[in-house]
């Protein structure tokens, strides 16, 4: 089983700062997926990574793909209120095909006004 | 484009009786369907891939008995949970997957079982 460890699993600081949040795993993945997700609502994607050592940047966001494919990361600059949410990594089971996905616990970010 | 709806978006029921989730793919025509369940403060968790006119592949202690799935068209899936108990209770989201791979997530639907 292709487990992603999620860090921080909380985080909660001031409007203004910046953060960054990590995705974690043993395995190697052919592509990982950032999703945020509302309460009681479905996970938004953000992004697809899937070159090692791809960074790709959407407004504050920046997301980037481990050299090994191994691990990402999730930077924000200037965190904002309504960057408040579940955080969400994920990864196909296997390496083709329209596969199930398989995600990591979160990070729970509260960003404080 | 690329928009997943579920019906309902929550239901209670009494527990021992049956409740049938629909997930539909409004704008485009999904080769897969799949169908996660997320309990309170936790991540999703895959429960079975459905294709459209055979049978879902369910994912280890997933019970295929208790977790109905049909998917009749390239647009609907089904997940029919029977003879629902209280731990059955949660918020079960579709997605449904264009030949790119790319996953659509629906807006889930909360299931509480008395």
């Known amino acids: ?113 | 484009g690329a928009v997943v709806s579920q019906h309902p978006s929550w239901v209670i029921c009494k527990s021992g009786t049956s409740v049938k989730i629909e997930c539909r793919s409004l704008d485009f025509q999904a080769t897969t369907m799949f169908w996660y369940r997320q309990f309170p403060k936790q991540s999703l968790m895959l429960m079975a891939t459905s294709n459209e006119g055979s049978k879902a592949t369910y994912e280890q202690g997933v019970e295929k008995d208790k977790f109905l799935i049909n998917h009749a068209s390239l647009t609907l899936s089904t997940l029919t949970v029977t003879s629902a108990h209280p731990e059955d209770s949660s918020f079960y989201i579709c997605s449904a997957a264009r030949t790119s791979n790319t996953q659509y997530f629906g807006p889930g639907t909360r299931l509480t079982v008395l």
Not at chain 1, 1 to 25: A, D, H, K, M, R
Not at chain 1, 38 to 55: C, D, N, R, S
């Open chain 1, 1 to 113: 089983t292709q487990l992603l460890e999620q860090s921080p699993q909380f985080l909660s600081i001031q409007e203004g700062e910046n953060l960054t949040v990590y995705c974690n795993s043993s395995s190697v993945f052919s592509s990982l997926q950032w999703y945020r997700q509302e309460p009681g609502e479905g996970p938004v994607l953000l992004v697809t990574v899937v070159t090692g050592g791809e960074v790709k940047k959407l407004k504050r966001l920046t997301f980037q793909f481990g050299d090994a494919r191994k691990d990402s990361s999730l930077h924000i600059t200037a965190a904002q209120p309504g960057d408040t949410g579940l955080y969400l990594c994920a990864g196909p089971y296997s390496g083709g095909g329209a596969d199930g996905l398989t995600f990591g616990k979160g990070t729970h970010l509260i960003i404080q006004p």
